[in-house]
């Protein structure tokens, strides 16, 4: 079997990677013959990360060049096509309906999504953003409509993929234990100080606003305690106790190992609600215990109080952390209970037979 893999951003993309890279090694041990494009170059990948922090005339700018880039990229795609047995669709959309040409050189093709693309990525409404939003769902609809089948992460999402394909597969996370993997001194009794660390990017960063008066009234509370930001975007916080660092694919599991407590906060929208928090596992998947923010999503994956906390409001993240913060057993016992989730629901190797088999019965088809 061949199979071509189209992503919507090179490997900077936390999808490209967990979505498609992560299998790459499994698939060339099956002498599995493959190909990954990206729709965008990794000059305009870069600058998708950081396009939550453009003004409105630079992300307009950045839009149209983005559809320019698609569009010429996407007659390498539909050249390729014809070479592969299956075609595998990452997140990948493409302009002016372009993707509809697609079957004429493979029908059998996969579209994977694990985020509610369908929506608006931005409440930013000028003209450019605003037809953006439009296009975008018809875009999307474009790839679902060709697709022979769709692999989804979550019920959100295949609630609103299932109105347009009948084959539906749920696959969660994955997230490679292997790479990710629980510190041997992880949980040792005496540490001088507890870290609470967020990982994410500046398209998240926004989220941690929610955070301002939990941060005060944690900081104060304990001396111990620090608060470490990898990734992160637009934001201060007026301590020396809070500090930012960048992210980097080579130095990103050494920062998690280092974490005590994980932290994802979300705001609560349609948006949320299609996201399954790939820091959240990452968090379980190193053994830190994680309070997150309460979506019907997370709750696919989190049972609070036995592998993570659940937080809905200010004081709930206040009584969570302060509960994880004095009980390091308690610490302990969720962080692992949080492993062995991540183990046995959304592992790459748990996940390797699901994806194969959607493989197979596409190629089969």
């Known amino acids: 079997m061949s199979i071509l893999f189209v992503i919507s951003g090179t490997h900077r993309v936390a999808a490209s990677r967990y979505r498609v890279y992560q299998y790459l090694p499994y698939l060339e041990s099956q002498g599995t013959r493959y190909r990954v494009f990206s729709t965008i170059s990794d000059f305009m990948t870069v600058l998708s990360i950081r396009s939550p922090e453009f003004n409105s005339i630079t992300r307009s700018i950045y839009y149209l060049l983005l559809f320019i880039e698609r569009f010429f990229r996407f007659w390498v795609v539909f050249i390729a096509a014809g070479r592969y047995d299956v075609l595998f669709l990452q997140r990948a959309i493409f302009p002016f309906g372009l993707a509809r040409l697609l079957p004429l050189r493979n029908k059998n093709i996969i579209f994977d999504i694990d985020d509610a693309i369908f929506l608006p990525d931005t409440q930013d409404r000028n003209p450019m953003t605003t037809f953006k939003a439009f296009v975008k769902k018809r875009e999307v609809r474009d790839s679902l409509d060709i697709s022979s089948c769709v692999i989804v992460e979550n019920d959100y999402i295949k609630e609103y993929v299932s109105k347009y394909c009948q084959d539906v597969f749920k696959i969660q996370g994955p997230i490679d234990t292997t790479r990710y993997f ?184």
């Open 182 to 365: 629980v510190a041997p001194d992880k949980y040792r009794e005496e540490k001088d100080e507890i870290i609470l660390g967020w990982i994410g990017s500046p398209g998240t960063t926004p989220y941690l606003s929610i955070l301002n008066g939990v941060f005060r009234e944690i900081l104060f509370r304990f001396q111990n305690v620090k608060i470490v930001l990898v990734g992160v975007g637009n934001y201060s916080f007026p301590s020396d106790k809070v500090i930012k660092k960048k992210w980097g694919y080579d130095t990103e599991v050494e920062e998690l190992q280092r974490f005590d407590i994980g932290l994802m906060p979300m705001f609560d929208d349609e948006w949320t609600r299609g996201k399954l928090g790939c820091k959240m596992l990452q968090y379980m998947a190193v053994g830190a215990a994680s309070v997150v923010s309460y979506t019907p999503t997370n709750a696919e994956i989190v049972t609070s109080g036995e592998n993570g906390f659940f937080a809905s409001s200010e004081q709930e993240w206040i009584d969570g952390l302060s509960r994880l913060i004095e009980n390091p057993k308690l610490r302990e016992e969720i962080g692992l209970a949080g492993r062995k989730t991540v183990e046995q629901k959304c592992s790459v190797r748990v996940n390797i037979p699901k994806y194969m088999e959607v493989f197979k019965k596409v190629y089969n088809d």
